[in-house]
């Protein structure tokens, strides 16, 4: 069973940015597409970006151009880092692999984005 351990999340003020890291237990990470989800209350877990084991990067469209997705396979981890946070983007932070299937989730790490 892999494990998924999420940090650095935290409050942020509009404008601000935050460093995600997500670390995966197991030597399966750097065969798999890696992906960066969120929930926020009342609202459906939505996948906000992807990189694929060759290191393609895809986002949803409502954080194109200010998030970036990366992964350091030798540390099996996966980050995100997030620029010109919006109060839209206040969630909690989850990683998984892309699809999700077969994977149990992380605590993950909340983002809270407020003045």
């Known amino acids: 069973q892999v494990q998924l351990v999420e940090s650095g999340g935290g409050l942020v003020q509009p404008g601000g940015s935050l460093r995600l890291s997500c670390a995966a237990s197991?030597?399966?990470?750097?065969?798999?597409?890696m992906g960066w989800y969120r929930q926020a209350p009342g609202v459906q877990r939505e996948v906000v970006a992807v990189?694929?084991?060759?290191?393609?990067?895809n986002y949803a469209d409502s954080v194109k151009g200010r998030f970036t997705i990366s992964r350091d396979n030798a540390r099996n981890t996966v980050y995100l880092q997030m620029n010109s946070l919006k109060p839209e983007d206040t969630a909690v932070y989850y990683c998984?692999?892309?699809?999700?299937?077969?994977w149990g989730w992380g605590q993950g790490t909340q983002v809270t984005v407020s003045s």
């Open positions: 998984n692999k892309v699809p999700p299937s077969g």
């Open positions: 990189i694929s084991s060759g290191g393609r990067t």
């Open positions: 197991g030597s399966i990470f750097s065969t798999n597409a």
